[in-house]
């Protein structure tokens, strides 16, 4: 399905049905990250999954930010007719997007699932790394950022067919929404402030070889967020619920069935 916000079309599935929970996936993939995880958890909650905008099915922007994709969400659950509060289960960039969303939208969110992410804003060297990445990508198509990603994502034990999957994924991600997201996360603001004043329960997950935002970053923001739980997924690198679905989806599912009945 289909919806606009901002000028830009966005694709998004819904999957099950129940309590609802919302998945954001990261820089460069696309909704297939959830695959596994929608067709498991379908069976109780209902699944809404969208393509951020420059990635997978939903169009480009020149320009973008993580206050609009955080926009981008809330359109997507008013399209999907969505106003329950949902649990809501960001991995890396959407992780980045989710603290967002949790920083001006608190309570369109029951719960917040923060998978291979990190709260702190980027240093100015990585900013200025990322408008290089930018520049070439423009000139020279995204195979640039996959081709340097795809090592970094996985753990050295991941099959061999799961790494040239993504590479594929990522490399045809147009140009345009891979340097429009490359420039939104250098400009991104730090997030800690949002989580320290977090209410609401928050999982936060970790793939135990994850190099990209790797277990001690998940600490320090479990750390920040009271009353938090801290899940380390072995056997996985930074893409989690593609490297270890079992694990990944059996902890997302422990965690959803603690949470306080949905009233509203
Ligand atoms: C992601 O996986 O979304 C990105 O690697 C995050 C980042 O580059 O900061």
């Known amino acids: 399905?289909?919806?606009?916000?901002?000028?830009t079309k966005l694709y998004y599935e819904v999957h099950g049905s129940g309590e609802p929970v919302l998945f954001v996936h990261g820089f460069p993939l696309s909704s297939r990250l959830w695959q596994d995880a929608a067709a498991t958890l379908g069976d109780r909650y209902r699944i809404i999954v969208p393509d951020l905008r420059g990635h997978g099915r939903s169009d480009a922007s020149d320009?973008?930010?993580m206050t609009q994709m955080a926009g981008d969400l809330v359109a997507v659950l008013d399209a999907a007719e969505e106003r329950r509060p949902v649990i809501l289960v960001g991995l890396s960039m959407g992780g980045y997007i989710a603290m967002e969303m949790a920083r001006l939208q608190p309570l369109r969110i029951r719960a917040l699932v923060l998978a291979d992410t990190r709260h702190d804003a980027d240093a100015q060297a990585k900013v200025q790394e990322r408008e290089?990445?930018?520049?070439?990508?423009?000139?020279?198509?995204s195979q640039v950022v996959?081709?340097?990603?795809?090592s970094k994502l996985f753990a050295d034990t991941a099959p061999q067919r799961l790494k040239d999957e993504w590479r594929g994924i990522m490399a045809a991600t147009p140009p345009k929404g891979v340097a429009a997201a490359l420039r939104a996360m250098g400009a991104r603001i730090d997030s800690?402030?949002?989580?320290?004043?977090?209410?609401?329960?928050?999982?936060?997950?970790?793939?135990?070889s994850d190099v990209i935002t790797p277990p001690e970053v998940a600490r320090q923001m479990q750390s920040l967020v009271t009353g938090s739980q801290l899940e380390i997924i072995l056997g996985?690198?930074?893409?989690?619920?593609?490297?270890?679905?079992?694990?990944?989806?059996?902890?997302?599912?422990a965690f959803f069935a603690k949470l306080p009945p949905l009233t509203a």
Do not use: N
């Open 1 to 7: 399905m289909y919806t606009t916000h901002d000028g």
């Open 63 to 65: 320009v973008t930010s």
């Open 132 to 141: 290089a990445v930018a520049r070439r990508v423009l000139a020279e198509g």
């Open 146 to 150: 996959a081709d340097g990603m795809v």
């Open 192 to 208: 800690a402030e949002t989580l320290k004043g977090w209410q609401a329960p928050c999982l936060i997950v970790v793939g135990e």
């Open 236 to 253: 996985a690198g930074h893409m989690t619920p593609v490297e270890q679905p079992g694990l990944f989806t059996g902890a997302l599912r």
